[in-house]
């Protein structure tokens, strides 16, 4: 069996987080979204459940909801197949609701990070060799 990831999100207002990611070019699976949640298909083996602050809190035991906008616990991160192609998440991502942040090149890498409407990081990025140091 092929291991897959969740990328659990608390979200504000679900129809603006749907806006931007369905703007970045992401699916969504409706079996696995209702008033509360929606399931974003990033890869066939990675997706983003994005639920609302009372939904995702009833998966919390013993601690509290941080704001990304704040505070940041994980930076999420996906490759890209060309610079063109980070470039294009990032101009989708301001397009839709995110925010950009500083460029990073180092080496053979050329990246970007960028903030969804709830402050949650994405980083994506292009290695020319991955072997590369």
Known sequence: MER???VNLPVRDLQESLAFYTGLGFTVNEQ??????????????????????ARFADFLVGTQITDARTHTQVLNALTASSRDEVDR???????????????IREGGMYGHS???????????????DPTAN
């Open 4 to 6: 897959m990831i969740f």
């Open 32 to 53: 696995y979204s209702d008033e509360n949640a929606a399931c974003i298909v990033v890869s066939d083996t990675i997706c983003v459940m994005l639920l609302v602050h």
């Open 89 to 103: 998440f990032v101009e989708n991502a301001v397009a839709h609701g995110g925010k950009a942040r500083t460029p």
């Open 114 to 128: 960028v903030t969804d409407p709830d402050g949650h990081v994405w980083e994506i990025f292009h290695m020319a």
